[in-house]
């Protein structure tokens, strides 16, 4: 199964023990490693991952270039360029514009759903509960891509 991980799921996995979606994101990525399988990422990753380690941890700066580095490695992450998915990524943005516009979903996340859907990725893993992971959301993305949070994702990979 080709899934495509949002930035979230790559930080609950090394965020402390009981956190939310901490142990499905390290389950992701044994599971990934186990069937030596690939999972991937838009370029906005670079970003985001160290942005987040950055003002979510005090982790010192070198070890978060490790840290990111070490995350890569474990979810056998493929890091997508930017550019071949800027097309279909406004084309979202227009669709979806009402959905846009009142949950305030950025264009940051239509990028990283475009990159899953133009690589034909069968979900995309999120652990953004506020938007993309809403029932509106999901039902109206269905036709593109499964949107689900790391719970969801692990009960597809026991299938």
Do not use: W
Not at 37 to 43: D, R
Not at 100 to 112: C, M, P, Q, S
Not at 131 to 154: F, Q, R, S, V
């Amino acid at each position: 199964m080709k899934i495509a991980l949002d930035t979230g799921v790559l930080v609950a996995s090394i965020k402390r023990v009981g956190e939310k979606y901490h142990q499905e994101a390290v389950q992701i990525a044994d599971r990934v490693r186990n069937f030596k399988s690939n999972c991937v990422s838009s370029s906005l990753v670079l970003i985001e991952l160290p942005g987040a380690l950055a003002s979510s941890t005090t982790m010192p700066v070198e070890k978060i270039y490790t840290a990111e580095a070490s995350i890569q490695e474990n979810f056998n992450l493929v890091i997508l360029p930017f550019h071949p998915y800027v097309d279909t990524t406004v084309n979202l943005m227009f669709e979806f514009r009402e959905l846009k516009r009142r949950l305030g979903i950025e264009a940051a996340d239509f990028h990283h759903l475009a990159t899953a859907i133009d690589e034909r990725c069968e979900a995309f893993v999120t652990v953004d509960d506020h938007h993309l992971l809403k029932g509106e959301t999901k039902d109206a993305l269905n036709k593109y891509i499964k949107i689900l949070n790391p719970k969801e994702a692990l009960e597809i990979f026991k299938q």
